[in-house]
Structures are given as C-alpha cells and as structure tokens.
C-alpha cells in the first residue's frame, strides 16, 4: 500500500474513485426505486455521440468531452420527454429512438476521428490518468449532486412513490422529473473518466441493488450505496493497478461481485435463505 501511495496519480485516482463512488451510489438509490435501470443505459450511451463530435469540433480535452456528453446526454434525455408529450409514444419509445439514433451517429463520427487522438479512456475508463481540474470537477459535481438529493429528499420520494398525492401537496412533480434526470446526467457524465460511457450504467445502478437485497429503507439504498460504491471504487483502483487491469473495468467489476454476493447470502431476500424457508416451515 505504501508503494501505491507514493504516486501522485494513485492518490488522485484513489480520491476521485471515492468521491464518484460515493456520489453515484447515492444516486443509484433513486434510480432502484424509479425502477429506470434501461432507461439510465440508454442515456449512458448517448454519451459517446457527444464526445466524438467534440472531438472533431475542437480536438480532444476533459473539457471539450465533459461539455459535449453533457449535452447530448440531455438533448436525448430531455429530448425524448418532449417528443413523448407531442407525439403518440411514451417517453421510453422515444427515448430508444433517439439513443440508438445519435449512438449510430457517434459510431460514424469516430470513423472520421484522427488516429493519433485517442478517446478509449473515455469509452472504457482510466481513472490514474486524471488531472488536477479534473479532481475539481469530480468534487464539484459530486457535491452539487448530493446537496440538491438531501435537501430535495422528501419531494423527490413522494413524486417517485404518490405523484398524484405529491402534486396536491404542492409538490412540482414535473419539475422533480426533471432535476433528477439532470442530476443523473451529471452523475454520468461526472464518471466517465472512471468507468467511461460504456461501463457508467454499472456504477449508477449496482450499488443500490445491492444494498436493496439486505434494506428496504430509502435511507439505508441512499447511504448505503454511497458507502459500497466509495469503497468498491477506491479498492478497484488499489486492485488495478497491483495487477495491471483497466481501473473502470475493475470498479464495475468488483460492484458485480458484491451484487451477486448479496443475491445468493442475503440473510434475508438471498437464494441461500429462499431455499431454507419451505424446508424450516414443514
């Protein structure tokens, strides 16, 4: 551990894969309790149409890819709920309809993208090569997006789980719609040096998942999660680079394990303890 820490850019990578983890695991409880698993992994591949047409703009920089998945995240987000509204298709339909549209755009867009510009950490992930900016960034928006959660917490629940009940309470439903499909955007975005567009949907899905096999509590999903995907995060970066393996593969990786650990031992909802019940009952 000591020969680990010694390199600046093992710290670094160690501090964002926390601050991230615990950001997007946090988040991940809302997502769980929304049930928007697919719709989340569509908006995490309609990251990649906006980073290679940055790409091709103004050349590749943490700032040209963060600004450009940022926008084609909620031109595509935010673009399918208003088709939804004015066409006769939900908003899912849409939504298919638009990812798989612009992922087909950026797939040729990277035909056209120079060879010497190398965009793989930002489809797969490399947290060891982050930048001091992108440190600030990560912190940034990782406390901006657990700020708006806790202090939106009891509107945002009751919108997930009575709209209708939260509406005549004066609750902006609509409204709460949209801010947390924003924060879900910049959770994304905000670990595409982590895990990358590809893997993002694992980091924003699976720590809450797994927490809900042992808690039905919102809180226990919130903080939770936070804690599982903090500590997976900072681990798989310490596991990657003592056996040479790609950093957001790892962090996905180690939170799958987690999940299916959980999905067979859960004292409580496991298949280990689904079985035992009909034999102790007889």
Not at 106 to 131: C, T
Not at 194 to 217: D, E, H, R, W
Request: hydrophobic share 55%; glycine share 10%.
């Amino acid at each position: 551990m000591n020969d680990f820490l010694e390199f600046t850019f093992n710290q670094k990578a160690l501090l964002a894969a926390t601050l991230i983890g615990f950001a997007n695991g946090y988040l991940s409880g809302y997502v769980v309790l929304r049930r928007d698993a697919l719709k989340i992994g569509s908006l995490s591949h309609a990251l990649l149409p906006g980073i290679a047409i940055a790409v091709l703009l103004v050349g590749l920089t943490a700032a040209s890819a963060f600004v450009g998945a940022l926008i084609a995240a909620l031109l595509i987000g935010l673009g399918s709920l208003a088709v939804s509204r004015s066409a006769r298709i939900d908003s899912d339909t849409a939504l298919a309809i638009l990812y798989t549209t612009a992922f087909s755009i950026g797939l040729i867009a990277l035909n056209f993208v120079p060879e010497r510009v190398d965009i793989e950490d930002w489809l797969f992930g490399n947290i060891l090569g982050l930048a001091d900016h992108d440190l600030w960034v990560a912190f940034g928006v990782s406390a901006v997006v657990l700020i708006v959660l806790t202090a939106c917490q009891r509107p945002l629940l009751l919108t997930i789980f009575e709209p209708n009940v939260a509406a005549t309470q004066g609750v902006p439903v609509r409204a709460m719609h949209f801010l947390l499909l924003g924060l879900v955007i910049l959770a994304l975005v905000t670990s595409l040096q982590a895990v990358g567009c590809i893997l993002s949907l694992g980091l924003l899905v699976t720590p809450a998942a797994t927490i809900y096999q042992f808690a039905n509590s919102p809180r226990a999903l919130f903080w939770g999660g936070g804690l599982l995907g903090a500590a997976c995060g900072s681990l798989a970066v310490f596991l990657s680079w003592l056996f040479d393996i790609p950093s957001g593969s790892a962090i996905v990786l180690l939170l799958g394990a987690c999940f299916f650990a959980a999905y067979i031992f859960s004292p409580r909802y496991g298949m280990l303890a689904k079985r035992k019940k009909p034999h102790s009952h007889g």
